[in-house]
């Protein structure tokens, strides 16, 4: 599924391979940037033209685990979604609607950017190719609504958003890989606030990914934000 997408990402590369400085900018980054105004040699890791193992997204997988369950004060199926992030392993309950809201607000992003944006493009065409379950016609789950059938589907979407987030740190790094690109803290193509909005469905906070930079090196264990 994302062959198309990694594929249009290297040629998208290749385009931008004049600069050398690549700098992250994301929320993770900024905050710590705040922190240190040096940047001794244990943030190093971070840059983005090797930012080996800071590069959180290489390390993180998530799938849906197969016990929905129904709330019965207002039958609402709660989907459980497992996260992996190095180490470090969550569950997060999500609702259907949270799904859509979700695939909506990204396919409102990346239409804006497709016609200029290769990559966003790319990610465009992966998203709309991948089938997705229909809105509920009924109040009541009961009226129609093939669980397993929609469990399957939400499955497939879960692992593309994995596949997203790898994408949208890339495309940040590439962006920013041009000077001619790149004012202080945005870029012609800021997709910042799309990685924060999959981030926050993964329930991914500050407090594990400066874990995460823990355990990999890249900060001291007394440096971690604490939730």
Same mark, same amino acid.
């Given at each position: 599924m994302f062959f198309h997408i990694f594929f249009m990402a290297d040629k998208f590369k290749q385009h931008l391979h004049a600069?050398?400085?690549?700098?992250v900018d994301t929320t993770s980054y900024l905050y710590l940037r705040k922190k240190t105004q040096h940047e001794p040699p244990h943030f190093m890791a971070f840059h983005a033209a090797d930012p080996g193992d800071a590069e959180y997204s290489e390390y993180m997988a998530a799938w849906l685990q197969t016990n929905a369950t129904i709330r019965s004060l207002d039958n609402v199926v709660l989907y459980a979604v497992e996260v992996n992030l190095g180490k470090m392993r969550w569950s997060i309950r999500r609702r259907y609607s949270?799904?859509? %809201?979700?695939?909506?607000?990204?396919?409102?992003?990346?239409?804006?950017?497709?016609?200029?944006?290769? /990559?966003?493009?790319?990610? $465009?065409?992966?998203? %709309?190719?991948?089938p997705f379950p229909p809105k509920r016609p009924s109040l009541f789950y009961k009226a129609g609504v093939d669980l397993d059938s929609r469990q399957a589907k939400?499955? %497939?979407?879960? /692992?593309?958003?994995?596949g997203v987030i790898q994408m949208l740190r890339q495309h940040q790094m590439l962006m920013q890989s041009s000077a001619g690109f790149v004012k202080r803290n945005k870029t012609q193509c800021d997709v910042s606030d799309l990685l924060r909005a999959v981030e926050a469905f993964f329930a991914l906070d500050f407090s594990r990914y400066t874990r995460?930079?823990? %355990?990999?090196?890249? =900060?001291?264990?007394?440096?971690? $934000? =604490?939730?």
């Open positions: 600069s050398t400085s690549m700098v949270e799904f859509r %809201e979700l695939r909506q607000c990204m396919i409102k992003h990346m239409s804006k950017r497709s016609s200029c944006c290769m /990559i966003c493009g790319a990610m $465009l065409q992966g998203l %709309e190719a991948l939400l499955q %497939e979407f879960v /692992i593309l958003l994995v995460f930079l823990a %355990e990999r090196g890249v =900060l001291q264990p007394n440096e971690v $934000l =604490l939730a």
